[in-house]
């Protein structure tokens, strides 16, 4: 299996900051890792697809990058409504996540 | 625009079948270019994805998940379901279906969750 490792767990930075979350796979992936946010008590968001792909709607603040085994997500300007928790996601198994919070 | 619902016991005991339906409306659960799939989330953990069907019946399944896992289609109502045996807490979550977009005939291939359900909590308890 396919391990998933994701850092930070967690990270505290203020509004208009760039915030960058990073995922490693164990083995080469291509570019076909995902990332996901989700605010609490809801359902996850697909954000980006195959690395670097903006779903549909997704603010372009929001980007993607990285092939193989290293991934990197990016907040250009964190806004108060960003605040959530990240995924990272390939095949079908998810990263443990990184909550985001306004310093 | 496709919604997805699911439905079913917010209360199982142990050692007993945990069984959820989600329902798929504004869109067809018989596409050809889509899995449908189940993910759950234990209260304050992250996520696991549980497994995903093709229309025609096709599975996967975690597995860490596998021997107590049956998922199956009902395309006449639009439907798939998740069986959970022999559930303790460890399985009290909120349970999810998502459509799965999945090209399993490669590896790695795309692999994601693009339209999920709101998510509905399973309280597993005596």
């Known amino acids: 299996d396919i391990q998933m490792t994701q850092s930070p767990s967690s990270l505290s930075a203020s509004v208009g900051d760039r915030v960058t979350i990073t995922c490693q796979a164990s083995?080469?992936?291509?570019?076909?890792l995902n990332w996901y946010q989700q605010k609490p008590g809801k359902a996850p968001k697909l954000l980006i697809y195959?690395?670097?792909n903006l779903e549909t709607g997704v603010p372009s603040r929001f980007s993607g990058s990285g092939s193989g085994t290293d991934f990197t997500f990016t907040i250009s300007s964190l806004q108060p409504e960003d605040i959530a928790t990240y995924y990272c996601?390939?095949?079908?198994?998810f990263g443990p996540g990184t909550k985001v919070d306004i310093k | 625009q496709l919604q997805l619902q699911e439905s079913g016991p917010g209360l199982v005991k142990p050692s007993e079948t945990l069984s959820l339906t989600c329902t798929v409306s504004g869109g067809s659960i018989s596409s050809s270019s889509y899995y449908w799939g189940w993910i759950r989330q234990p209260p304050g953990k992250g996520l696991e994805w549980i497994g995903s069907i093709y229309y025609s019946g096709s599975t996967y399944y975690n597995p860490s998940l596998k021997s107590r896992v049956t998922i199956s289609v009902d395309t006449s109502k639009n439907q798939f379901s998740l069986k959970l045996s022999s559930v303790t807490a460890a399985d009290t979550a909120v349970y999810y279906c998502a459509r799965h977009v999945w090209d399993t005939a490669m590896v790695p291939s795309v692999s994601y969750f693009d339209y999920w359900g709101q998510g509905t909590l399973v309280t597993v308890s005596s």
């Open positions: 083995q080469d992936i291509s570019n076909y």
């Open positions: 195959d690395a670097s």
């Open positions: 996601q390939q095949y079908a198994f």
